[in-house]
């Protein structure tokens, strides 16, 4: 049962635009939601992360959109660079870290 | 600062033949230390987690064994591998100041032939 969905499973965007990457969950005891992004070759890193009881949060150019009553949040990614191709993991947590399936993001100049 | 190191980087190894990845910790006593396994393009896969030295739990079975001979170091192991092995091996840890946070190390990549 996969508990942490993410789509999609790729995404292209020119430098400049703004990517959108978007998870689902299904356990509502879940209240803890970090994104991880994951360079080819090297562990995932912790890039942003929000909690149940917010609705938005914002870290320079990342930002999570949060909606709790329909068990979705998204990463809005604006002003896009090539450096920011990577793969983006959303998890959730409820004292355990569930993955989703990641979402690949690539940057064309 | 804490640093996670993880041995080898990559290693190529017979189907049927014995594994042990390695994994140290400095700058931290006590963490909760977990394995990774990762399918080339695929999610995050917890294989083991080990809250205190000598204690292991499975969370998946994978002909895999773990094991937490000191405080800042985490071994996995088997002694016969199989295709299914292949992938990419990520330890982890938690216990800082945000307890959630997880801390992977750069991972190794384990081709079996």
């Known amino acids: 049962q996969q508990q942490v969905r993410q789509s999609p499973q790729s995404l292209t965007v020119w430098e400049g635009e703004t990517a959108i990457l978007n998870c689902s969950y299904e356990d509502s005891t879940f209240n803890y939601f970090p994104w991880y992004q994951q360079f080819p070759g090297e562990g995932p890193a912790l890039l942003i992360s929000?909690?149940?009881?917010?609705d938005k949060k914002e870290d320079g150019r990342f930002t999570i959109f949060f909606n709790k009553r329909e068990k979705k949040l998204s990463l809005h990614i604006t002003d896009s660079q090539p450096g920011d191709s990577a793969t983006y993991f959303c998890?959730?947590?409820?004292?355990?870290?569930?993955f989703g399936g990641g979402t690949r993001l690539t940057v064309r100049p | 600062a804490q640093t996670i190191h993880q041995w080898p980087v990559a290693e190529i190894k017979a189907v049927g033949s014995p594994l042990s990845l390695g994994c140290t910790i400095k700058g931290k006593s006590s963490p909760n230390l977990y394995w990774y396994w990762q399918a080339t393009g695929g999610t995050l896969q917890q294989l083991f987690y080990s809250i205190t030295v000598g204690q292991v739990e499975s969370v998946v079975q994978l002909n895999l064994s773990a094991s937490r001979p000191k405080d800042d170091q985490f071994i996995l192991s088997t002694e016969k591998l199989l295709l299914s092995h292949s992938g990419f091996y990520l330890c982890?840890?938690?216990?800082?100041?945000?307890?959630?946070?997880?801390?992977f190390g750069s991972g190794t990549r384990l081709t079996v032939l």
């Open positions: 929000i909690r149940s009881v917010s």
């Open positions: 982890a840890w938690t216990g800082g100041t945000s307890a959630e946070t997880l801390y």
């Open positions: 998890a959730a947590s409820d004292a355990k870290l569930t």
